[in-house]
């Protein structure tokens, strides 16, 4: 039942920051000076937050979504087989970054970041609880996890840019 409701919470989570929080820094001056100067709108013709990054930054994205998928197909067919082992490995591979992804995380803001980071934890909590939890209990935590994807590509986007300085 928690774990339901935070669920819940993860998508309300990605609301408020799709919607909420950008209706608050539209009309927070400091960001609105910083878009003009830079020519580069706080928001995607979508709605969604725009993220500024490199074509390197996105292809090292790119790289970590695929495998976030990949990981995810491999752990929603073992749950169905109650192949422990598989389920403890792929999610444990998925548990931390390669350490490629600081530049990305540095130009990234802070929802970002906290969705980043809770989506590892819950695949840290996917390898702890793959050798003794019910099977329905590793899939709720999956589905928490599913739920940070969609909070994250609901609330931001990607924008290319040509240089370096995609922060500003
Ligand atoms: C913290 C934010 C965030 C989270 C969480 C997240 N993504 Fe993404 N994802 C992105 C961004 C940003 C892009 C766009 C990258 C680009 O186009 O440059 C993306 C793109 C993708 C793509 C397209 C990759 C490509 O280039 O073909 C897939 C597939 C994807 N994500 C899957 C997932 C899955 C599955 C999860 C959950 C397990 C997930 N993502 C969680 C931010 C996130």
């Excluded at 969705?115 to 999956?142: H, K, N, P, W």
Aim: contains cysteine; hydrophobic residues 40%.
């Amino acid at each position: 039942m928690n774990k339901t409701l935070a669920i819940f919470g993860w998508i309300f989570f990605g609301l408020i920051m799709g919607v909420g929080l950008m209706r608050f820094m539209s009309t927070s001056d400091d960001l609105g000076e910083l878009a003009a100067e830079t020519a580069r709108p706080e928001r995607t013709a979508d709605g969604r937050i725009a993220l500024y990054y490199t074509a390197d930054d996105r292809a090292h994205i790119s790289t970590e979504m695929l495998g976030f998928l990949q990981g995810l197909q491999t752990i929603s067919a073992a749950i169905a087989e109650e192949d422990r082992e598989t389920i403890r490995d792929t999610a444990g591979a998925l548990r931390r970054g390669n350490g490629q992804g600081q530049a990305v995380q540095m130009k990234s803001p802070e929802g970002f970041r906290v969705l980043g980071r809770s989506l590892r934890q819950d695949f840290s909590d996917i390898s702890d609880m793959a050798m003794t939890s019910e099977m329905d209990e590793i899939q709720l935590v999956v589905s928490s996890a599913m739920g940070k994807c969609s909070a994250c590509h609901g609330s931001f986007k990607a924008v290319e840019v040509k240089d370096g300085a995609a922060a500003d």
